[in-house]
Every structure is written in C-alpha cells, then in structure tokens.
C-alpha cells in the first residue's frame, strides 16, 4: 500500500480559495450560466452596479451566516471565520476579474468563440467541484456557503454530497426568482448552471475519495485546529 502525501491544512486552505475564486471567474466568462452557489450575489453585482462580484458576496454571505446560526440553533464566534474566508475569496475574486480575458469590460461573457467557452466551462465546472473538496479536508472554515454545508452535515449526520446537492438546486431556484425580479428576464444563469446543480455534489464527493487516498492532510496548528471542530460541537 503506497503511503500518503502529507500536506499542510494550511496550504490547502489558500489553495482552495484561488482555484475558487479562479473558476468562478472563468465561468462568469464562458457564459453557459455561472455556478448556482455564487449565482445570487452575481446578479446583485448585475443589479447594483456599484458593488463589484467580489463584494456582493459579501452580502450575501452574510445573509447565509445568519440563516446558518438559525440552522444551526446555536452561535460560536470561531464560526466568523467562515465570513474571513468569504472576505479573502471576494477579494482574490475580484483581483482575477482584473485579468483581460477574465474582465467583463474587456472580454463581455460569452464573447469568445463556442469552441473555447465550452472548454471553460467544462474545466470551471470540475476545478470548482474539486476545490470545494479541498475546503472540505482542512480544518479552517470555507466560505459560508460550504462552511453551511459541513457545518449542517455534522450537526444532523446528513451525507455531505447529497446535502450539497439539496443547498445547490435551493440557491438554483433562488437566483431564477432573483433573475427575473431584477430584469424580467434570464441573467447569469443556464444550462450550465443546471448541469452543476445536479452534478456538483457526486462530483465533489468524487474528489474528496481521490483526495484522501492520495493525501494526509495535517493541521499546522494542533491547538489552533481544535477550534475549529464541529461534530457533535456544531
């Protein structure tokens, strides 16, 4: 049996958050819809044009966090973490965005030829599935939306991939409603968006196998990461 790889919770926390936030943007351009997760604060930046993508997640999220501690039936003041990595996310985000091909000033979504945003789609799509994974395996709070997922999943032993799935179709479902209250049309939100609310979860749940097989993740901290427990103390 070959021995595992050992890497730094650390190391793969950061991680998680630029290939996050690098997808995200490279599905915003493509344009076949944007990742159901991130599709609610996308039409807000649509809609108030003076936040940018970045920083209307910020309100968002905030809305989730809120949402989660109802969930939850208890608060803990480790668990704004998860807003720290929502606010490091939005600015990495949003630092992406300053990339030419990746800025809708410069490249509108949906601009470059068939052949190419397929392609960007379909490694958006599984670059976002495994980088949640890599959120999954550190200790350190992903942004809320995850944070809620692995928050809720200990707390009522829901499996992970299919509560994943169950939150990604609520947040499919909100942002058509948003969609349409906003512009009285469909924005930032297609097939692809479909195609990942439904595949997501199975996706996600493949990476995490692959990557516990091949990695141990050690915490830098010891002390630190016992903070950071959920289980029965979520």
Do not use: H
Request: with cysteine; charged share 15%.
């Amino acid at each position: 049996m070959s021995r595992k790889i050992k890497i730094s919770s650390v190391v793969t926390y950061f991680a998680a958050i630029v290939l996050l936030s690098l997808t995200v943007a490279i599905l915003s351009t493509a344009d076949f819809g944007i990742s159901m997760i991130v599709a609610p604060a996308y039409l807000l930046s649509l809609k108030a044009g003076f936040l940018s993508f970045g920083q209307a997640e910020y309100v968002v999220q905030a809305i989730v966090f809120i949402l989660l501690c109802i969930v939850l039936k208890r608060f803990r003041f480790v668990y704004f973490f998860s807003f720290v990595t929502c606010l490091i996310y939005g600015f990495v985000l949003d630092l992406w965005r300053k990339i030419p091909f990746l800025n809708p000033a410069a490249t509108p979504p949906g601009s470059m030829n068939l052949p190419l945003r397929i392609a960007m789609f379909v490694i958006g799509m599984i670059l976002t599935s495994f980088s949640v994974a890599l959120f999954f395996k550190t200790y350190l709070f992903p942004q809320v939306y995850d944070f809620f997922v692995k928050a809720v999943s200990c707390k009522y032993g829901i499996k992970l991939s299919r509560l994943k799935t169950i939150v990604d179709l609520s947040c499919l479902t909100a942002s058509v409603i948003m969609t349409f209250a906003f512009f009285g049309e469909i924005r930032g939100i297609g097939w692809g968006t479909l195609i990942m609310a439904l595949l997501n979860g199975t996706v996600i749940g493949f990476f995490s196998k692959l990557l516990d097989k091949a990695f141990d993740f050690k915490p830098t901290f010891t002390r630190f990461a016992a903070m950071f427990k959920l289980g029965t103390a979520a």
